[in-house]
């Protein structure tokens, strides 16, 4: 009787030391992350980061496109869905236990190629550009349908004008950029984070396309680079966000030429 009245609490003090021990590992487990290619650099990033502190876990980053995230993430398809936009009050309506986090901010550039010899237009004649397609002067390069960047050039720039049939549509940031910086009269639009040496961005009624003036808000076509969740988050899930809002991932998100929100 004495043996078992001993073994029982040496039993409960293994199980709590068990406990204790594994409180301080890093915790396991698959995210799968997509939407968006305007955030996907900055989710590799993160990811890379993230992982590497906790080699148990296993980040997926995708793309798709804004639209795509937002939906993948409501169906289950993505734990995280990337969205370069707002949601849409139909998706708000559809999925109301859709939850968004701003994770970055981002400018979209308008850009031509480097040799061009305008550096800067009102948003009134890039408008015009765009409403008018592809002619002698101008290639007009556009993304497609779904694209967060597109929805909004389409509200800050078009304001309720349409985008020539006649322009060309690319699906993704990169494709954009690299048909710009290979096409002598082309003229498109891209992230701010996606801005290198092959293009050339220009002001937008005197404002440089900038970090500062993104964050200032005085260049006109900001926004918020988002991650959509769906109702309660869940642990590993929730950590790995809360480590891109930390100063460790916004440091990340500067780097790779974006707008921190912390």
């Not at 850009?111 to 237009?121: E, G, M, Q, R, T």
């Not at 701010?192 to 970090?211: R, W």
């Not at 918020?224 to 991932?249: A, P, Q, V």
């Amino acid at each position: 009787m004495k043996k078992r009245l001993f073994l029982v609490p040496l039993v409960g003090l293994i199980l709590a030391a068990l406990v204790m021990g594994g409180c301080g590992h890093s915790q396991s487990g698959t995210i799968t992350e997509g939407g968006s290619s305007t955030v996907q650099p900055l989710a590799d990033k993160w990811a890379e980061a993230f992982m590497a502190k906790n080699p148990d876990v296993n980040i997926i980053v995708q793309g798709g496109g804004s639209s795509a995230g937002v939906k993948g993430c409501a169906q289950g398809t993505f734990d995280i869905g990337a969205a370069s936009r707002e949601l849409k009050s139909s998706e708000a309506s559809q999925w109301p236990d859709l939850v968004v986090t701003h994770v970055a901010a981002d400018g979209v550039a308008i850009v031509v190629h480097p040799s061009s010899s305008i550096a800067n237009l009102t948003l009134e004649e890039v408008k015009n550009i765009f409403a008018n397609g592809s002619n002698d002067t101008w290639t007009v390069i556009s993304r497609e349908e779904g694209s967060g960047t597109r929805e909004v050039f389409e509200k800050k720039v078009m304001a309720g004008a349409e985008i020539a049939s006649n322009a060309e549509f690319l699906p993704s940031n990169g494709a954009v950029k690299q048909k710009v910086a290979s096409t002598a009269n082309a003229i498109g639009y891209i992230s701010i984070g996606y801005v290198d040496l092959s293009v050339k961005a220009l002001s937008i009624g005197g404002v440089t396309c900038n970090k500062d003036n993104c964050r200032s808000g005085s260049y006109p076509v900001t926004r918020y680079l988002n991650f959509i969740t769906k109702g309660d988050t869940e642990d590993l899930i929730k950590r790995f966000i809360d480590f891109c809002l930390s100063s460790e991932g916004q440091k990340i998100v500067e780097e790779e030429g974006y707008v921190s929100v912390g």
